[in-house]
């Protein structure tokens, strides 16, 4: 019942940019937190970034000051804008949605997004 479809990926040289975007359909719950995830080959999937309802937001060390989560409540969409993007950020980036109802906990992900940072 809930989709996200996420968008942005590309191919930059490093010390680009990119903005990712994930767009949530269907009921969404007012109280929910969103995020995103990137796993690189080889390697563990890893929390890059997340943003709560109310705006409250936590990064990775290793982007810190890099990248900035945001989202649109109105329009149920999430956003990462990279920035000085280096070639270790190459991975694929899924946008991530929880959400809580009572004691259920709702768990929905993106198709994923690919970064290629080239050096």
């Known amino acids: 019942q809930v989709q996200l479809v996420e968008s942005g990926g590309d191919l930059v040289q490093a010390g680009g940019s990119l903005r990712l975007s994930c767009a949530a359909s269907?009921?969404?719950?007012?109280?929910?937190?969103m995020a995103w995830y990137r796993q690189a080959p080889g390697q563990q999937r890893e929390l890059v970034a997340s943003i709560t309802s109310s705006s409250n937001t936590n990064y990775a060390d290793s982007v810190k000051g890099r990248f900035t989560i945001s989202r649109d409540n109105a329009e149920n969409t999430v956003y990462l804008q990279m920035n000085s993007l280096k070639p270790e950020d190459t991975a694929v980036y899924y946008c991530?949605?929880?959400?809580?109802?009572?004691?259920?906990?709702?768990?929905?992900w993106g198709q994923g997004t690919q970064v290629t940072v080239s050096s």
């Open positions: 269907g009921n969404i719950f007012t109280q929910n937190v």
């Open positions: 991530n949605a929880k959400m809580q109802f009572r004691v259920r906990l709702y768990d929905y």
